[in-house]
Nanobody, 123 residues
Framework: QVQLVESGGGLVQAGGSLRLSCAAS????????IGWFRQAPGKEREGVSC????????YYADSVKGRFTISRDIARNTVYLQMNSLKPDDTAVYYC????????????????WGQGTQVTVSS
C-alpha cells in the first residue's frame, strides 16, 4: 500500500527556514518521481519542486528557485524540501505526491498524495 506522510511544517518568521519531510512507504524512491505542491486559500495548487526518480535531478518553480532545495534519502525512503529565506507568500498547505515514472512534473499528474502539512510565514 502506497503511503506518503508529510511533516515539518509550522509557523516561522519571514526570512526563516523549515525542512519538510515526505516519508514514503509501499514503493521505493528510485522508481517513483516525487513532487512537492502547495495550495494557499483561494488559490490553485502550485507545483513547487520535484525530483526525477532515476538520477534525482530536481526541478524548481521560479517562485522558489534559489531558496528551496529538494533532496532524497534512498535508505530512509524520504524526500526533503529545505525551504530558506521564507516569505509570507510561501504560506500554504504543502503536499508531496508520487508517480511511477522516471520524470517528475510540476503539474499534478501524480497518483498518490500525502495529507499535507501547513506552512505559515509571518511578516
Amino acid at each position: 500500500q502506497v503511503q506518503l506522510v508529510e511533516s515539518g511544517g509550522g509557523l516561522v518568521q519571514a526570512g526563516g527556514s523549515l525542512r519538510l519531510s515526505c516519508a514514503a512507504s509501499g514503493f521505493t524512491l528510485d522508481s517513483y518521481a516525487i513532487g512537492w505542491f502547495r495550495q494557499a486559500p483561494g488559490k490553485e495548487r502550485e507545483g513547487v519542486s520535484c525530483i526525477h526518480s532515476r538520477d534525482a535531478s530536481p526541478y524548481y518553480a521560479d517562485s522558489v528557485k534559489g531558496r528551496f532545495t529538494i533532496s532524497r534519502d534512498i535508505a530512509r525512503n524520504t524526500v526533503y524540501l529545505q525551504m530558506n529565506s521564507l516569505k509570507p507568500d510561501d504560506t500554504a498547505v504543502y503536499y508531496c505526491a508520487a508517480v511511477k515514472s522516471t520524470y517528475c512534473s510540476p503539474i499534478p499528474i501524480y497518483d498518490y498524495w500525502g495529507q499535507g502539512t501547513q506552512v505559515t510565514v509571518s511578516s
